[in-house]
């Protein structure tokens, strides 16, 4: 007979929530391929980062997530990348506001329930440990 605790019932629920929201995030990156792809690719068109991983819009939709992604993740780290010449900063400068905002907020959103993750496992492994003792 197994005793499920109440840390039991917190850490699956709050793990259900951060896939829950790896899923919805997932799913955004997907709608932003298929309805913006044409206008993100065309604001970091001189960025040779991005150039270099155009091959995934091959793939099909997860491919085109991916490069969302990446191109989501290159905003969010464009002061690093433009200071060793991996994006344009002119591109990054000219990328449209609104998208570039959502991008960034999406990133740091994923950011976010990736450590969120991280800290549930944490949680987990040291309760196992907690009840073995």
């Not at 604001?43 to 990446?70: D, E, H, Q, T």
Request: hydrophobic share 50%.
């Amino acid at each position: 007979m197994s005793n499920v605790s109440t840390e039991d019932i917190v850490l699956a629920s709050l793990g259900g929530v951060t896939f829950f929201g790896m899923i919805i995030v997932m799913g955004y990156y997907i709608y932003l391929a298929y309805t913006r792809m044409d206008s993100i690719l065309d604001a970091v068109k001189n960025c040779s980062l991005i150039n270099r991983y155009r091959f995934y819009l091959l793939m099909g939709p997860w491919g085109k997530m991916v490069m969302v992604g990446g191109v989501a993740s290159c905003l969010l780290f464009s002061r690093y990348l433009i200071k060793h010449g991996e994006l344009n900063g002119d591109d990054i400068d000219n990328f449209p506001e609104p998208l570039k905002s959502r991008l960034l907020m999406s990133q740091y959103i994923s950011w976010i329930l990736l450590v969120s993750l991280f800290m549930e496992a944490i949680a987990v492994k040291v309760l196992r440990w907690h009840v073995q003792l």
